[in-house]
């Protein structure tokens, strides 16, 4: 059974300014097949958190350890968390010119498995996958989300998802930009890979209307830096109703100075 676990995660960033602490002691345990959900208010380090779990290499992490069942992730390179079966749909997917979706498709597949896969199968899984989305056949031979709609971006992070099989996905703001029928496409993709995976997710959002269709079994209020309470999914509700208000964040979200040596 796969777990991934988060222990008094501090993150800095180095800026002009200097350096600031942005994650400052996250905890946080999700094994297979749970819906973790985060919410917070913009600038609390949400998507820090998903991106030091991928391994960007802007982040530096000065405390703390994350481990995948068991090992230790932070000493692994991007390329191997990915193979170890992370996944992170990104809140603004990059635009890759001249690589076409299928071969970006076709490249990843093989770089996780370690063998190309069979030509047959592959074709009819990518297209069965794209039908599912309501992605465009044509879309296969674009470049990957050179001139895609903010929605067409987020339906290719979970076109990626149905394909590559993670055992572990962060999505972060998938649902943002998503009008209501591809909202509900997505969502059902995201649980289809949860039924055909057992897949853990991590989902950052600001809306409970995702939390419709992708039932979380979790709810953590993530506020400048760290994980401020945790409840079900009522507590999605709450904040919805009452904001963030009674976390009282008393100073600038998620910074702290930290003098450089
Ligand atoms: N590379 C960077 N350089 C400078 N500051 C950064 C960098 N990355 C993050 N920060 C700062 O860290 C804080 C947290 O940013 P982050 O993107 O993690 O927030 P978030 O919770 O995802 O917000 P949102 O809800 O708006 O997406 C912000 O104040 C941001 O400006
Ligand atoms: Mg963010």
């Known amino acids: 059974m796969s777990v991934?676990?988060?222990?008094?995660?501090?993150?800095n960033v180095e800026t002009e300014q200097g350096t600031r602490e942005i994650l400052r002691g996250v905890d946080?345990?999700?094994?297979?097949?749970?819906?973790?959900?985060?919410?917070?208010?913009?600038?609390s380090g949400k998507s820090t958190l998903a991106y030091t779990i991928a391994g960007h290499p802007k982040y530096t992490v000065v405390d703390g350890e994350i481990l995948f069942d068991g090992e230790n992730v932070l000493e692994m390179s991007v390329d191997e968390r990915a193979r170890a079966g992370l996944f992170l749909a990104m809140q603004y997917?990059?635009?890759?010119?001249?690589?076409?979706?299928?071969?970006?498709?076709?490249?990843?597949?093989?770089?996780?498995?370690?063998?190309?896969?069979?030509v047959r199968t592959w074709v009819k899984d990518v297209r069965e996958s794209m039908a599912n989305l309501k992605m465009d056949k044509a879309f296969a031979e674009r470049n990957v989300n050179e001139g895609f709609s903010g929605g067409e971006k987020k339906r290719n992070e979970i076109l990626q998802l149905e394909l590559l099989k993670p055992k572990f996905a962060v999505l972060d703001e998938?649902?943002?930009?998503?009008?209501?029928?591809?909202?509900k496409i997505v969502s059902e993709g995201v649980n289809r890979a949860k039924a055909n995976t057992g897949l853990g997710v991590l989902l950052i959002t600001h809306y409970t209307r995702i939390l419709r269709y992708i039932k979380p079994d979790f709810v953590h209020v993530f506020v400048a830096g760290r994980i401020a309470e945790q409840g079900g999914p009522e507590l999605a509700d709450r904040l919805e109703e009452e904001?963030?208000?009674r976390y009282q964040v008393a100073e600038p979200a998620a910074v702290e100075s930290v003098p450089a040596e």
């Open 28 to 43: 946080l345990t999700i094994n297979e097949g749970e819906i973790h959900a985060i919410m917070g208010p913009n600038g």
């Open 243 to 245: 904001g963030y208000d």
């Open 93 to 118: 997917p990059v635009e890759i010119p001249g690589v076409t979706v299928t071969n970006f498709l076709r490249t990843a597949k093989t770089a996780i498995d370690g063998e190309a896969p069979s």
């Open 174 to 183: 998938t649902d943002s930009g998503l009008d209501v029928d591809a909202l």
């Open 4 to 11: 991934l676990e988060i222990k008094n995660l501090h993150v």
